[in-house]
Structures are given as C-alpha cells and as structure tokens.
C-alpha cells in the first residue's frame, strides 16, 4: 500500500502528491521545516517543534498555514494512516505559489505538505560504536537560527564526510565549531564539563539540545555554553551531537583522531540513556 502524504488540506497517496512550479519553496527555498521524532506511535517533543516553526515562520514573516494544534492532529492522523511505530514525521511549510520575483507576493497562501517515515531510532547502530566526523568550513548563510528548508550547503557537508571515509561534518567558522551538518555539538573536557555552543544566529535551537542540557543539569554534569575551537575538541574526553531523529550519539573520532580512547564516552552513553528513558515513558 502506498504511503499516505498531506499536501494542503488532502491525504494523499505519495504518488499522486504534487506542489505548483510557482511555489516559493521550489523557487527560493523560500520554507521553513520541523521533524518530529515517533516512538510507540506517539510523537516526541513535539511542543518544542512547535514552537520553533512559529518562530521560524515569524522571523521570515510568513503566514502560519494552521495552528499548533491542527498541525498536530495532521501529525497524529498521518502516523495512524502510515501504521508508524517508530520513525519520524517531517512537516514543511512555504510561502506559497505566485509568479516568480525576489520580493514577498502579498496574499499568498502558505503551503503545508508533511509526510512520515520508518526508521529505526532506539536501536541505532551509530549510537552502539560511535560516528566519525570531519571538519568542513561553515559556509551557510547568516541565519542559522532559523530552520529554513536551504539545505544544499549541509549536503555538501555531508558528501565531503562521506568521501573522506566519515559519517558526518561538523562545520566550522574562524576556528570554532558552530554544529553539525544536521545536530547540534558537544565536547566534554578532561574535567567532565559539556561545552557546546551558545544560542545565536550561528546555530539552530535544537529541541533535543535543550532537553539534554536540562537532564545533565538534573544529573549534576557541569555545563557550558561557550563556543570551542577544532583543538579542544581534539583534546576532549569525548563529544556527542544531538538531534531530533539521533537522540544523543557519540562521537569518537573527529579527522581520523581518536577522541578519548575512540569509544563511546560515559556521558554521551549516559545522556542518551535518561533521554530515551524519558522520551519513552512520555511515548
């Protein structure tokens, strides 16, 4: 059977699923994005997803397509139609269809299209050995902080880890590190203390960043938001990366130099552990 996508106001077959040459997303990459994770059926901090396309919708003064709430009932009724167990639902929304021109059409009408898919997120098979990342210069747009759908720059990314042998990127601008081609990053130093980097147009918001840093709070893990250079993450105890879809995933290797003793570090395991625990009592 094939799976079921919404496409402004329709469940749809994927097949017969289709957005206008004109829209702006397709045009300008002119949309913003949410994933939302899926576990025993249930989505996974959703709220915080919530909240953040609203500022992403805001920031870019774009019309919200529908409220949280009726978002989120999109959300629930695709994971039923789609029989997700444990996956994830990616939502995307664009300013909508008009003529092509550099400037905001007046009165469009913003696109919504979400879909879902299977994927195997507890028993993540990176997250029993650790990834391997390398460094690539940051060379994406000024407004990190905003989840827009311009994700060229990441894929390159992404494609230079691959070429090298790695499984991911960890960008970098004048010396240190923003984030990951698709999570956010962490280092912990030989005294124990998380250090990621500060809030800012830099890097995006992640929800899973904020939910971690609050249970190493809870834990007693010293933390720091800070930035950090390509050296100290050389030198770390270990480091790790969040996400929506990774959870916490250690990272063991950063240009073919071991991070620790090139396992999986003990708070990175830890970190992932109280996560899912939660995340599943709340699933």
Known sequence: MSRIVYVNGKFLPEEDAKISVFDRGFLFADAVYEVSSVLNGKLIDNEGHMW???????????????????????????IEKNGIEEGLVYLQVTRGA???????????????????????????????????????????????????VSLLAASMAKMQAKAAGADDAWLVEDGFVTEGSSSNAYIVTQDGTV?????????????????????????????????????????????????????????????????????????????????????????
């Open 52 to 78: 953040r396309l609203k500022r992403s919708l805001d920031e870019l003064e774009m019309q919200h397509p529908a409220s949280a709430e009726e978002i989120e009932t999109i959300q629930k009724t695709l």
């Open 195 to 283: 250090v990621t980097r500060h809030l800012g147009n830099e890097i995006l918001a992640g929800i899973t960043r904020k939910a971690a840093l609050r249970l190493a709070e809870e834990e007693g893990i010293k933390i720091e938001e800070r930035s950090f250079t390509v050296d100290e993450a050389l030198a770390a105890a270990e480091a790790f990366v969040t996400s929506a879809t990774t959870f916490v995933t250690p990272v063991v290797s950063i240009d073919g130099q071991k991070i620790g003793d090139g396992t999986p570090g003990p708070i990175a395991q830890k970190l992932r552990g109280i996560y899912m625990e939660e995340a599943l009592k709340a699933s």
């Open 98 to 148: 008009a003529d092509r021109d550099f400037t905001y059409p007046a009165n469009t009408k913003p696109s919504l299209v979400m879909f879902t898919q299977k994927k195997n997120l507890l028993e993540s098979p990176q997250a029993k050995v650790g990834i391997t990342v390398i460094t690539s210069p940051d060379i994406r747009w000024q407004r990190r902080d905003i989840k827009t």
